[in-house]
């Protein structure tokens, strides 16, 4: 049914839980997802948040009528700095077990903050927030998970499987056919630990089990795509329970307010691109990659030799680019060591290329942006993201790695020519016209009332609240 003929009949307050888990990339889609559903009449909202990541979260919700409930982060972890509330903020991503396993210290107050607030119809909170599903059970509301991930990743991830990734290939680079998709062929580099350790059983291990059971005993899953993107996959994944409502990054209150002044100076720097005529190329690599210093001198000189224009946002200083690159590229290049708004940049008119580490937000920007990719990745599930973009969907292609695998040190030259195919080339255009055809495709799933994404959620609300009733 839609909403709006079902609120006619159902007038009880709907009150949703949300909870992200504290990494930028797992918090903003979980922002937008929350001015999606105060979009519907009569939905409440309650987001938890900790406090060093409250000022992030209150100025996305600014002129929504979110309630925002601060939970203290645990101290006394002895692995983590003090102050550090968000894996961005981590000195190495290799305290990502403890950072999450700390979470779970929160599970008394949270449990005590539910004992104070209106009575809950569901929650959603993150995959990795595992222990969430015992308090949503204890206190009788349905629990969904919110995975960042896509329908691809996790229906190719299944299909493989651990064992054999484990006990199949010879080498990491050695093909493998999935089996229930024949026509991709994916290696051991595709995937990352746990599923490619040897030696599986340890901490990440067993925090990733507790998570796969935790979501399997949940109401449902919450994914960030939409049906249109990745039908075949969206059919393999549809369990009941599993609803594609994304482009989350689509959900916002649409602006009434004019933009930010003033702008800030990479966006003039880039207004002044557009009126010169000429395109830009934009490079980041998400808030979690850690890059060798070496590969990132060949970055700044892949790009310098390149001739393109392009704008760089990174955390890492002038020294670690090279000596004097800022200065040489002036003309044509600008580095941004702020934080960006990245949509406002990707829907830029003079950005017509993305040099990106595929985490799922940001080729789901890229795409409705209608910007095409230029495939680098790096953890998690981006080699599988960067598979899906330049064999599956097609808006984009690979940065070339020096071993030719999915991901591996990629020299100047490499990068030069990939860039200047992506901006200049063949592939590139055919790229550009793709992603122009599933941005429309992805504006259409987030329409109001009509759209798939919007049914979905919909659906989602009716579905859970008619039960409860
Ligand atoms: N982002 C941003 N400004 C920045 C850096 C990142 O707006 O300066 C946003 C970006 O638009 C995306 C998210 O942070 O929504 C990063 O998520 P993604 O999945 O792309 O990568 P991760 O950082 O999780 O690796």
Redesign the pocket.
């Known amino acids: 049914i839609a909403y709006s003929s079902y609120r006619q009949h159902h007038l009880q307050p709907i009150h949703v839980v949300l909870f992200p888990y504290m990494?930028?990339?797992?918090i903003?889609p979980i922002l937008n997802l929350a001015q999606l559903l105060l979009r519907r009449p009569g939905i409440t909202v309650t987001l938890f948040t900790t406090p060093a990541n409250r000022p992030f979260v209150e100025k996305s919700l600014a002129n929504t009528t979110a309630c925002i409930v601060d939970i203290p982060f645990p101290v006394s972890v002895p692995e983590i700095p003090a102050g550090v509330e968000s894996t961005?903020k981590l000195p190495s991503m290799s305290l990502f077990v403890p950072f999450t396993r700390a979470t779970k210290l929160m599970q008394p107050e949270f449990e005590r903050l539910l004992e104070i607030l209106p009575p809950v119809s569901f929650m959603v909170s993150d995959g990795f927030l595992w222990w969430t599903l015992e308090s949503a059970t204890k206190f009788g509301f349905p629990r969904f998970a919110f995975y960042?991930m896509n329908n691809y990743a996790m229906a190719v991830s299944r299909s493989v499987g651990i064992n054999r990734l484990l006990s199949g290939p010879e080498s990491d680079d050695e093909l493998i056919t999935v089996s229930e998709f024949p026509w991709i062929k994916v290696t051991r580099k595709d995937f990352n630990p746990p599923f490619t350790d040897p030696e599986p059983k340890g901490p990440l291990f067993e925090l990733t089990m507790d998570q796969i059971v935790s979501v399997s005993n949940s109401h449902g899953m919450i994914i960030n795509s939409f049906y249109e993107l990745e039908p075949v996959f969206v059919d393999h994944e549809a369990k009941p329970n599993a609803w594609c409502v994304g482009p989350l990054?689509l959900g916002e209150t649409p602006k009434t307010e004019p933009q930010s002044h003033p702008k800030p100076a990479w966006i003039q720097w880039l207004d002044q691109k557009l009126d010169q005529g000429s395109s830009v190329l934009y490079v980041?690599f998400?808030?979690?990659?850690e890059i060798s210093s070496e590969q990132l001198k060949e970055i700044a000189v892949g790009l310098e030799e390149s001739k393109v224009n392009f704008l760089w946002?990174t955390r890492n200083k002038e020294s670690e680019l090279g000596d004097g690159f800022e200065e040489r590229v002036k003309e044509r290049g600008i580095v941004v060591r702020?934080?960006?708004?990245?949509?406002e940049i990707l829907m830029h008119k003079s950005i017509q290329g993305f040099l990106s580490?595929c985490?799922?937000?940001?080729?789901l920007?890229s795409i409705c942006a209608g910007v095409p990719i230029l495939a680098w990745p790096m953890?998690a599930e981006q080699p599988l993201n960067a598979r899906m973009i330049v064999e599956e969907i097609k808006v984009g292609l690979r940065v070339e790695t020096c071993d030719g695998s999915v991901r591996g040190f990629v020299k100047w030259q490499g990068l030069q020519k990939t860039v200047k195919e992506l901006m200049e080339g063949e592939t590139g255009m055919e790229a550009r016209k793709k992603v122009k055809e599933l941005s429309e495709m992805a504006k259409n799933a987030m329409e109001e009332n009509e759209g798939s994404s919007w049914r979905s959620l919909d659906m989602l609300i009716s579905e859970i609240t008619c039960k409860v009733e």
């Open positions: 990494s930028k990339g797992h903003i961005d960042g990054c980041a998400g808030s979690q990659a946002v702020d934080w960006v708004d990245q949509k580490h985490g799922w937000n940001s080729v920007e953890l």
